[in-house]
Structure formats: structure tokens, C-alpha cells
């Protein structure tokens, strides 16, 4: 029988083009290392990770001779990553108006910073911040953060994960916390009818494990607890019970993976990865009294999402979605979703798209 020849060692990376970009930061989405075997199929994902950087235009990873194996050339295209930018809403008497400055490559690190000053024309002044690390001290962790202090609250929110870094990652974890409090106001025939306080604080806690390779089976567990509190204002008498939720649900994803790489469909210029591989998701949980929530219900979510290319140059995205709480008697907050999106490519740089949605 013939022998397969072994694919070339990776001698060396090269990355070339990055003006702000630092290179590590390109380095930490390669799923290639040097003394690796060359293997085509994660080069192409290498290039999807790098794709999926908001702040890197045109990729390229390409493979040079050398004498003992293969160099890869990576080449890359810095965007502008910073933004300034005004915010008004709301009408002549009532005007909303504020100011955004946003950076998604802090430091050529590849890190989100977003500051946002904003004065409400009913609520008041409020600022916030959100901060977002992709690889904590070079780790495949994610940290991200967000603070906002308002005249009538605050939102406060930590989240620290361990993604999927590639198709082949077998798992995924995290957790995140949070504090609010905000106000809330009712209005009958443009009059205030109710005006109460709510004070939440709860998180999340997540895994998920990735089963096959042409298709992808993903079963997880989620710990989901919060505490709602109402408090009616001052002159009012109106306001809801307050909740609390413990909620363990075990989750199953089936996804056939599949990229057809577009330019002008949904972004301007850049080449898109377009995701054309259908999936079906599954979620049930347990709200029961016996472990601290306010109700006993099942709540229960099911979303199919069929992805398909009818004709030559078209893509057709559907989305259909239902969640609902399953209680003795029936159930309550049913929630119905159906989406169409079609797109039809018009030459080389122009499409047709049609949304329909219920």
C-alpha cells in the first residue's frame, strides 16, 4: 500500500502588516505552533480567528519553503479601531444627548474600552464604562466588565469566561455576577400611573462540552440565580412582588459547522465568514420553592435555526424560537420568534436582502 507523506514541519511564523496590532496579539489566535505539523484545515481557522478581529482588515496566511519544513507568512491589515461620536434622541422638549468614545484594539492588545456620558432627558446624567480583556495574561480566559452610576441606579457586572477557542476545544466555562438598580415608570394616556425601584443581583454559572467533528454535538449545564427587589417611589403605591430564582438547566446544541467567505453582505468591505451551517438548540430547567425560588415552573427554550443557499450567489437564514414557563395548569410568558433573512448577491459588490420577522 502507498504511504501518506507526512506534512512539513512549521519552522517559523512570520507576521507581516500590523502598524498598531502587536504581534503576540495575532500569535494567540493561531492554532498552529512552531514544531507542528502543517495541518490546512486550522490554517483556514487561524485565518476565521483572525477575520473575526473587528480591527483587522484583510488576512492572509500563506506557507514559504524552508530547509527543514515550511514558514508561515501571516499577513494582516490594521482598520482604524477608535471612535468618537455624539448621541441625541427623544424630541425638542424631551432631548435626549450624550457622547460615546469607544477603542477596540487598546494598545494594539486587541482590548474593547468603551466610555459612555449620557443625559437622559427624564432619568438624568449617567455614565458607564466597559472594559473587555479577549486573553487574560496570555491565558484563553476572558474578563470583561461593565460600570455604570446613574442619577436613579447603577449597573455593575463582571464576567469571566473560558471560550471556545477552536472548532476542536472540547470545553467551554464561566461565571458572571451582577448588581442593578433602576427605576421604572408607567404611563396611562401620557400620565405617570407608577413609578418603582427595582433592586436585582444575581449571576450565572456555565459549562459546555463539544462531542464530534463534522457535527457538532454540545451538551451543557447552567446555574442561573438572582434576587429581585420592588420598591414603589414615594406617592405611589404600585409595584411587583419581588422574585427570587434558583434555576440549574441542562442545555443540548447539535451544529454542522460550515464558512462561506462573502465581502459586502452584512459588513462594508471586510471578508466575511459566513456561518451556512445549520443548528437546533434545547433548554429545560427547574424553578423550584423547595430550593429558594419565589415559583415552581420548568422553563423551557427550543431554537432551530436552518441555514441554506437555495440558488447560485443566495443564502437563506431562518430562525425559529420558543420559550415558555411550564407550570402545573399550563404555562405563562410564551414567547414566539420567526425570522426570514434572504440575501442575493448583484455582481461583485452589491446584494439584495429581505428580512421578514414575527
Do not use: M
Not at 493561531?30 to 477575520?51: I, K, T
Not at 486587541?110 to 432619568?123: D, F, P, S, T
Not at 473587555?132 to 455604570?148: K, M, N
Request: proline share 6%; charged share 20%.
Amino acid at each position: 500500500l502507498p504511504c501518506q507523506a507526512a506534512q512539513p514541519l512549521i519552522e517559523g511564523i512570520s507576521i507581516q502588516g500590523p502598524t498598531r496590532t502587536r504581534a503576540e496579539t495575532i500569535r494567540r489566535e493561531l492554532l498552529l505552533a512552531v514544531g507542528q505539523p502543517l495541518d490546512s484545515a486550522l490554517v483556514a481557522e487561524s485565518e476565521r480567528n483572525l477575520r473575526q478581529l473587528p480591527f483587522l482588515g484583510q488576512v492572509q496566511i500563506r506557507t514559504r519553503p524552508s530547509p527543514g519544513g515550511v514558514e508561515l507568512i501571516v499577513e494582516v491589515e490594521d482598520l482604524y479601531a477608535r471612535a468618537l461620536s455624539p448621541l441625541l434622541a427623544g424630541q425638542l422638549d424631551e432631548l435626549s444627548w450624550g457622547l460615546v468614545a469607544l477603542d477596540y484594539n487598546l494598545g494594539g492588545r486587541g482590548q474593547l474600552a468603551q466610555l459612555n456620558l449620557y443625559h437622559r432627558a427624564v432619568e438624568g446624567n449617567q455614565v458607564s464604562l466597559y472594559y473587555e480583556i479577549p486573553r487574560l495574561a496570555g491565558s484563553p480566559y476572558t474578563l470583561s466588565s461593565e460600570a455604570a452610576w446613574a442619577e436613579e441606579g447603577h449597573d455593575l457586572s463582571l464576567v469571566f469566561s473560558r471560550p471556545f477557542l477552536s472548532l476542536g476545544d472540547p470545553w467551554a466555562c464561566g461565571f458572571s455576577v451582577y448588581s442593578q438598580e433602576q427605576v421604572w415608570r408607567f404611563y396611562e394616556d401620557q400620565d405617570l400611573s407608577a413609578r418603582y425601584t427595582e433592586a436585582a443581583a444575581g449571576g450565572n454559572l456555565w459549562l459546555t462540552r463539544s462531542l464530534g467533528n463534522r457535527t457538532k454535538v454540545r451538551p451543557g449545564l447552567r446555574l442561573s440565580f438572582s434576587d429581585r427587589r420592588y420598591s414603589a417611589s414615594q406617592g405611589y403605591v404600585y409595584a411587583p412582588q419581588d422574585r427570587q430564582r434558583l434555576i440549574p438547566s441542562l442545555g443540548l446544541t447539535v451544529w454542522r459547522p460550515g464558512y462561506v467567505q462573502e465581502r459586502y453582505l452584512n459588513q462594508l468591505g471586510r471578508t466575511e465568514d459566513l456561518q451556512v451551517g445549520s443548528w437546533l438548540s434545547l433548554r429545560a430547567g427547574l424553578s423550584l420553592r423547595a430550593l429558594g425560588s419565589d415559583r415552581s415552573f420548568v422553563p423551557l427554550t427550543v431554537q432551530f435555526s436552518p441555514r441554506l443557499r437555495p440558488w447560485a450567489r443566495s443564502y437563506l437564514f431562518a430562525t425559529l424560537l420558543a420559550s415558555a414557563q411550564v407550570q402545573p395548569g399550563g404555562y405563562r410568558e410564551l414567547h414566539l420568534l420567526a425570522e426570514l433573512l434572504e440575501y442575493t448577491r448583484l455582481g461583485s459588490s452589491h446584494s439584495l436582502a429581505l428580512r421578514l420577522r414575527a
